[in-house]
């Protein structure tokens, strides 16, 4: 077992990864001083707002704004008429592609609005007061559709259709009618209808789960300011300063050159800040005004018109023979991806198995569309839905079989060399070994107290890596600047200091970090993924190592040897030959004679990062349930994962806490809900019940650290795996409180109440 | 939308006047349901009158053996005045149960009553306490029962001009207890699926001579269930006279199944909850 | 009506602003006094991000007008560390890795200060009970409520060092 059984006496094999510095942007963080969406603030700027459809689908008849337009204060008003009418396009944003034109539309509406909430018109005027008002007076005459907001309801024979050009991909032969199923798409192999059907234990069930949101506290928000030659500024928090330009750039028909993002801090995001809603909007606002404009959405407008994960429906099979092998799965399951096709469908049905061997298997994902919010990804996007149903049979099965529901997981692990079924060998993963850790914890054993119960769960992602750019300048005293293009999400300032330092062997303070505009630094994909710490983190790994070379290169020049007769260690380059032999340079002493021995000291290193291995994540969550009420408290929970090297444990931990806290919340208590005119129920956060702090226990952490070989220092990625698994280990632990299983989340009081009743 | 004006006036008189003066001003007391409105333009008030600055409106004041609370007394002030949180704990508890430390710094019992939520955490409380209001208006004053200020869903019972001055509630009777319990999906911040107040009498030898019941969130209005409270006088609060007492809190109930909750499930916690809160009250009885 | 004038007590200063009648504490430290520390994440009272400590009460600053500050008391996240001298919650935030994206945290500070000030050594219970009306989507609220506790812990100990001394 590779976790360390006492966090204190555990030493990694470096001396500034593995340590746990204060982050670079800290302070600034603690004092207020951070600047995030809505706090910038341009010279002359006007505040913007959007005009958002009441109807969950309709065509729009007309727009009159002249009563907006002539409202004093008024500087510019915008339809979908102002934006360019775009051909069908698929461009790649990272986390999924998207199709530019859909992209435009959901950012403003054309011909139709597919859902509550949906952006009709937007207005800048020189107060935030005006431009409301100004919106309001907007006249909008809709024919308004019936809708559909269901899985069975968008399937339904003659169900109203959103794209009427959008027939099933993914099927041996194009239908022969448009529907609102974008896609089928199945993996799998061997015989699983034959396997199951030979199985000593079969298990099946239909689980569900709601549509849920991010839930970054900060709202969406930007600040577009568009020149007379074209040129235009756009500051924003997002997760992709480059994705931003990238968007608007194709949406606008504007050189990329001519689009300079500058990315802001930005207030979470979890997937949910990748894609544009508002920069094409200011964009157009300020093109109109000629003067820079800010668009915020509000706590509402995040909740019904940014981009939710999916919810789903699964049908699933489980058998297995009697010692707990899992001979065959069957599942077949539907994600509700809202107004526009999806991305979780493919990444669902590839990650639902990918924790264990099954050699006979086969599960079908469907995309399908209804008149909610275009979804977005969520922190491994489509794995928790998924994952969910498979965690919840296997956990019965133990049950049936009498086996211990972390062996019988064991028993199937995904093990280094074996074959997904993809096709592809599986890298130096280490599932067996959260596993073997979660058995081995203190919170696996400890007696449970009446009413309560014990769940485990496992899951997967597959993380990812991509293109990356970093830079790294010397100051002329030594110290080390290194930039990237990857927004600082939740502390990766402080792992690229750390790596650098690591790298050049110098202290974690001599390093500063900065997050650059798109202007300032090469292409670098989004942050997400898991990647940044990964990909960029290994571009700012070989930049070090070319400033590295670069510095016993002017060594050598200074002291007029061969480079080969320098050495780096300490942070300094070493002689080892002439009558300098012995003694040494450091950083600060080459970069103040840089001058004389060839200019600058930089390095730039740009790269498309390989080799990203998948991360795995053990459960172990204890629940209370009141037999009364139905009401379930969470008393213990503890998260196991495979997260190769920590770089900073700190912020490792607090994504494997982060993720389970959202985790459980999507277990529990949170959703989307509609009313019967299709209009969000509950776009808030009374309603929207995101766990608070006293719904939560402490949550322990083990990171089991089994390095990635394709990383200098070990990293996979950590961010998205720990959401995956505690849908199943709230769902088993309650399950074993209550002694019967609950398909459907959440798992709200009254849900809970009502299935014991039913029972009793 | 044209701005609203903003007094603050000093008296009751002036406020008074003011209110009548404008049939679209809105009192600002606490303000954590009156903003919300505003910002979200379910309201459009052309003047607002800040009740704060006048004397006497905050705190918390003997009277007549009971208690004379300010009609903008903060929730978390009710908690900090020793005596009324030893007389009527059920009713401090739930006014401290509503939105977050930094809402019941500023909400008030008075501002949960007006604006007439059937789910109202304070209400059912002061209910069962058997709380009067003192109302202001331009033709004086007068004192109602808690349970007439509201009629229905936002809905209360002041007439044009008129505020609340004031929440009394009666000296602790000997023997006496309250408590109030709610249900919700979280641990805070959540509106009450379904909320029950009790407030009991027990003589020296245990013997319930006065019950009184009260659930929220299961009606358009508080309910004070009076079959439930004649269902414990007379009784030791065994098991059987708490099943009848639940059974006729069933019986009152009559929710609506919405985003909060379903009809089958309202009515099932309003019983399960107000034998719970019988329970705490008997307690608290028993130690009084 | 116009703008209203106001004076208040910010974070020790006098300080005069204007604004609408029905603008928010928040729009007008934000907007007026350029005090972007405090975040508005609902403008509903619901997620904390905009708490202030108003005449020595924590408050949802989205939830009060700007109008109700005249003659008040109000300390923002800005005034909470003394000049270079980071206040012991903040340091242990940054110590106890806290925060992720931030945007949670001057709440969450301003909140915890407030705590402290009146209870000097909460349990856990007490901690997550008063920070509830703060979300943090981030950190699963673990580091969070450490955080807090160790901050707590050290304030005690320079407390009774004081008096030692003293």
Not at chain 1, 511 to 532: C, N, P
Not at chain 2, 84 to 109: C, D, F, K, Y
Not at chain 2, 172 to 191: C, F, K, V
Not at chain 3, 137 to 153: E, F, M, N, P, S
């Amino acid at each position: 077992m590779n976790a360390p059984q006492d966090k204190a006496s555990f030493k990694p094999a470096y001396d500034v990864v593995g340590t746990r510095p204060v982050r670079p942007d800290g302070v600034e963080k603690v004092t207020g001083k951070a600047i995030y969406g809505t706090d910038h603030v341009a010279a002359g700027m006007l505040h913007g707002a959007i005009l958002r459809s009441p109807h969950p689908h309709a065509r729009i008849r007309s727009i009159d704004t002249r009563k907006a337009e002539a409202l004093p204060g008024v500087k510019a008003v915008v339809t979908g008429a102002d934006f360019p009418s775009l051909a069908s396009l698929e461009v790649s944003l990272g986390e999924g592609s998207g199709n530019i034109a859909a992209i435009s539309r959901n950012c403003m509406a054309h011909e139709k609005v597919l859902y509550d909430g949906h952006a009709v018109a937007a207005v800048a005027a020189t107060s935030a007061v005006i431009a409301e008002e100004a919106a309001a007076l907007i006249e909008v005459e809709y024919e308004v559709l019936p809708h559909v907001l269901t899985i069975d309801e968008a399937l339904a024979p003659g169900a109203p259709v959103l794209h009427e050009d959008m027939f099933t991909k993914g099927l041996p032969e194009k239908p022969a009618e448009p529907s609102n199923a974008a896609l089928c798409f199945t993996v799998g192999r061997g015989e699983p209808d034959a396997a199951i059907a030979a199985a000593h234990t079969v298990v099946s069930g239909r689980y569900s789960a709601l549509a849920v949101h991010q839930g970054y506290i900060e709202p969406h928000a930007c600040v577009a300011s568009y020149n007379a030659d074209g040129q235009v500024q756009v500051w924003a928090s997002s997760q992709g300063a480059f994705m931003i330009r990238t968007l608007c750039a194709s949406i606008l028909g504007i050189s990329q050159a001519d689009i300079r993002v500058t990315p802001l801090e930005i207030g979470g995001g979890f997937g949910g800040k990748t894609k544009v809603y508002l920069e094409p909007v200011a964009i157009v606002l300020s093109r109109k005004s000629g003067r820079p404009v800010r668009l915020a959405m509000s706590r509402a407008d995040v909740f019904r018109a940014s981009g939710p994960a999916p919810g789903v429906v699964a049908d699933i099979t489980v058998g297995a023979d009697a010692d707990g092998t899992i001979t065959g799965v069957v599942m077949e399951f539907k994600m509700l991806s809202g107004a526009n096709p999806g991305n979780d469908t493919h990444s669902g049905a590839m990650s639902a198995l990918a924790h264990y061997n099954v050699a006979n298997c086969r599960v079908t994902g469907w995309d399908v569309l209804c008149n909610t919010a275009a979804t977005a990804a969520y922190r491994a996007p489509g794995a928790p839905q998924t994952i969910f149903p498979v965690e919840c049979c296997i956990d019965e099965i133990a049950q049936k079989l009498g086996l211990d529901p972390i062996d019988i997981r064991l028993k199937n692990a995904a093990r280094p060399g074996d074959v997904g079924i993809m096709g592809m060998p599986a890298g130096e993963i280490g599932y067996a070994e959260c596993l073997e850790a979660a058995k081995a914890h203190p919170h696996y054993s400890a007696p449970l107290g009446p009413n309560q119960g014990r769940g485990i769960a496992g899951g997967t992602w597959g993380n990812y890596g991509g293109p990356s750019t970093a830079t790294v300048n010397l100051g002329e005293d030594g110290s080390v600047l290194v930039t990237t293009g990857s927004p600082d999400i939740g502390g990766s300032r402080a792992a690229m200091a750390m790596m650098a330092a690591e790298t050049l062997e110098i202290a974690y303070e001599q390093v500063r970090v900065t997050i650059a505009d798109t202007s300032s630094i090469g292409f670098s994909m989004l942050t997400g993924g898991s990647r940044t710490t990964f990909a960029t983190g290994k571009a700012v790994i070989l930049a070090c190592e070319e400033i590295i070379a670069t510095l016993r290169a002017r060594a050598a020049v200074m002291w007029s040897i061969d480079v080969s007769q320098t050495e780096w260690r300490g942070g300094a380059v070493h002689c080892l030959s002439g009558d300098k032999a012995g003694t040494s340079l450091t950083m600060g002493q080459i970069a103040a004679k840089a001058g004389f021995s060839g200019g600058p000291i930089a390095a730039e290193v740009a790269l498309n990062a390989q080799g990203f291995l998948p991360g795995f994540g053990v459960h172990i969550c204890d629940t209370e349930v009141d037999p009364e009420t139905g009401h379930v408290s969470v008393t213990r929970y503890t998260v196991v994962q495979d997260v190769g090297t920590a770089i900073h444990p700190d912020y490792v931990e607090g994504q494997m806490q982060g993720g389970a806290a959202q985790g459980i919340g999507w277990a529990l208590n949170e959703g989307y809900v509609y009313d019967k005119a299709g209009r969000m129920d509950n776009p808030g956060f009374l309603d929207y019940r995101m766990p608070v702090c006293s719904d939560l226990p402490m949550i322990d952490t083990v990171m089991v650290e089994k390095p990635n070989p394709a990383h200098p220092f070990g990293v996979k990625g950590v961010g998205e795996v720990p959401i995956v698994p505690p849908l199943g280990a709230v769902a088993n632990a309650v399950s074993r409180a209550i002694g019967l299983r609950v398909h459907d989340l959440p798992l709200t009081p009254d849900r809970v109440y009502a299935a014991m009743q039913g029972k009793s | 939308m044209p701005s609203p004006q903003f007094h603050s006036p000093e008296t009751v008189e002036q406020a008074s006047a003011l209110l009548a003066a404008n049939p679209q001003a809105r009192v600002l007391a606490g303000g954590t349901d009156l903003i919300v409105q505003l910002r979200s333009r379910r309201i459009a008030p052309t003047a607002i009158v800040d009740i704060k600055r006048i004397a006497g409106m905050s705190g918390i004041r003997a009277a007549d053996g009971g208690f004379a609370i300010g009609a903008a007394t903060p929730c978390t002030a009710l908690k900090d005045d020793k005596a009324l949180a030893a007389a009527w704990p059920g009713v401090v508890e739930a006014a401290n149960l509503i939105g977050s430390v930094q809402v019941r710094n500023r909400a008030t019992m008075a501002g949960n009553l007006c604006n007439a939520s059937p789910a109202a955490d304070s209400v059912p409380a002061l209910v069962a306490a058997g709380a009067t209001v003192l109302i202001a208006g331009p033709s004086g004053q007068r004192e109602v029962p808690a349970a007439e200020v509201t009629s229905g869903p936002g809905k209360n019972t002041l007439a044009h001009g008129e505020f609340v001055v004031e929440i009394r509630l009666p000296a602790r009777p000997q023997g006496g207890g309250d408590a109030y319990l709610r249900s919700i999906p979280r641990t805070e911040m959540d509106i009450a699926v379904v909320g029950a107040g009790a407030a009991l009498v027990l003589d020296a030898s245990g013997t319930c001579t006065s019950a009184r019941i009260s659930i929220g969130a299961v009606a358009p209005t508080v309910l004070l269930v009076e079959a439930a409270g004649a269902a414990l006088v007379g009784s030791k609060l065994d098991d059987a006279a708490l099943e009848r007492m639940a059974e006729a809190v069933r019986v009152a109930a009559k929710p609506i199944a919405d985003k909060r909750g379903t009809v089958e499930y309202r009515i099932a916690m309003a019983g399960v909850l107000a034998k719970r809160v019988v329970e705490i009250a008997r307690q608290r009885a028993e130690k009084a | 009506m116009g703008k209203m004038m106001i004076s208040a007590t910010i974070n020790g200063d006098a300080q005069q602003f204007l604004c609408d009648p029905a603008a928010t504490l928040l729009d007008a430290l934000r907007d007026e006094l350029g005090l972007t520390g405090s975040k508005e994440g609902c403008g509903s009272g619901d997620c904390g991000a905009c708490t202030v400590v108003l005449d020595g009460q924590m408050v949802c600053s989205c939830l009060v007008l700007a109008a109700e500050a005249e003659g008040r008391k109000i300390a923002t996240i800005e005034g909470v560390a003394e000049g270079s001298e980071l206040h012991p919650v903040q340091r242990k935030f940054l110590e106890k890795g806290a925060l992720q994206c931030g945007f949670c945290t001057p709440g969450f500070i301003v909140a915890s200060k407030a705590l402290l000030d009146h209870n000097p050594d909460p349990s856990e219970h007490e901690v997550r009970y008063w920070l509830a009306g703060n979300l943090c989507r981030c950190t699963g609220y673990d580091k969070i409520v450490r955080a807090v506790l160790d901050a707590a812990a050290e304030l005690r100990q320079e407390t009774t060092t004081q008096r030692v001394s003293a």
